[in-house]
Each structure stands twice: as C-alpha cells, then as structure tokens.
C-alpha cells in the first residue's frame, strides 16, 4: 500500500548541496521509521542515516555526521536529507525505505517499501 518515490538528485560539485526528498503514497509517512541507503556500482548496499517513529530521533552513518540533515514535513508526506559539504565518495544512488523501526541492515526494512532511487554525482 504505501509507496516511496525519491527525487532530488542530480550533479554537483565537491562541496555543494542537495536536497533529496521521499514522497509517500498510499499511507501516512510519519507512523514509519525512513531509513536513507545508498549504493556505489560494484559497492553493497549501505545505511546513511534514518529518522525514527517515535520522538523523532536521528541516526547517522559517521562519514555523513555534521554533512547531512534529517527532516520531515508532515502536511507533505514527505522526508527530506539535506546534504551538504558533499564529497566525490557520496556518489551513488540514494534509496528511501520504510519499517517499524530504524535499523542499519536494508534486509530489515518491509521489502515492499522502498522507492525506486535518484542518483547523486559529486564531480568536479
């Protein structure tokens, strides 16, 4: 039932910022923990950060901490990750996924919720 779309990614240059967002569908995003991966070709699949469904706790991987921002904006069903200060090694694409509670391992997350992905490219 409940849909995850990402958007927001695209090229940028070491340094600059994005902001990607998780558009939900089909259910109310803030009864779910959105946990953010990404993944690098030829690289597995990794955590980044994840905002909990109870108190609005926040978790991040340590390369990102003090990079990247969490929010959500209830009245848009939507999540945001700010990122900034970015870094060639932040290339890959970023996936959204929903689940009961925050985890670091993506076999834990509802395997039905998760969006399709958006490519970041930090490059000069």
């Known amino acids: 039932q409940l849909q995850l779309v990402e958007s927001g990614g695209g090229l940028v240059q070491p340094g600059g910022s994005l902001r990607l967002s998780c558009a939900a569908s089909?259910?109310?995003?803030?009864?779910?923990?959105i946990g953010w991966f990404r993944q690098a070709p030829g690289k597995e699949r990794e955590a980044v950060s994840c905002?909990?469904?109870?108190?609005?706790?926040?978790h991040y991987v340590e390369s990102v901490k003090g990079r990247f921002t969490l929010s959500r904006d209830n009245a848009k069903n939507t999540v945001y990750l700010q990122m900034n200060s970015l870094k060639p090694e932040d290339t890959a694409v970023y996936f959204c996924?929903?689940?009961?509670?925050?985890?670091?391992?993506?076999?834990?997350?509802?395997?039905?919720?998760w969006g399709q992905g958006t490519q970041v490219t930090v490059s000069s």
């Open positions: 996924a929903a689940n009961d509670y925050c985890s670091r391992y993506a076999n834990e997350y509802e395997k039905d919720y």
């Open positions: 905002i909990s469904n109870l108190g609005g706790f926040t």
């Open positions: 089909g259910g109310t995003l803030d009864y779910y923990a």
